[in-house]
Nanobody
Framework: QVHVGESGGGLVQAGGSLRLSCAAS????????MGWFRQAPGKEREFVAAIHRSGGDTYYADSVKGRFTISRDGAKNTVYLQMNSLKFEDTAVYYC????????????????WGQGTQVTVSS
């Protein structure tokens, strides 16, 4: 059994910042990858960022590179997404995902998912 839960979403003005948190519990190991996806109204869910928990390698979508930073607290099976210089286009429900394999996590296939947290950026 695996549980994934996100928090930290909210309403911010363009150019502002938010920090999302995701905690995973259950049969999770330190080597599991964790990351973030998002889905805007009328659009498919898209990859945002991921981190290889044991090695520290990080991955970012081109649309957020240089603005978002993903980090981890391995002891707590927790990941964070620091979002700076937010744009209206970042408005979406953000989902946390967990998978044993980083490459597979990037596709979203077979991952454990949280329920999502809403991020709304006003323009």
């Amino acid at each position: 059994q695996v549980h994934v839960g996100e928090s930290g979403g909210g309403l911010v003005q363009a150019g502002g910042s938010l920090r999302l948190s995701c905690a995973a519990s259950g049969r999770i190991f330190s080597s599991y990858a964790m990351g973030w996806f998002r889905q805007a109204p009328g659009k498919e869910r898209e990859f945002v960022a991921a981190i290889h928990r044991s090695g520290g390698d990080t991955y970012y979508a081109d649309s957020v590179k240089g603005r978002f930073t993903i980090s981890r607290d391995g002891a707590k099976n927790t990941v964070y997404l620091q979002m700076n210089s937010l744009k209206f286009e970042d408005t979406a429900v953000y989902y946390c995902a967990v998978h044993r394999n980083t490459e597979i996590l990037l596709t979203g296939s077979g991952a454990y998912w949280g329920q999502g947290t809403q991020v709304t950026v006003s323009s």
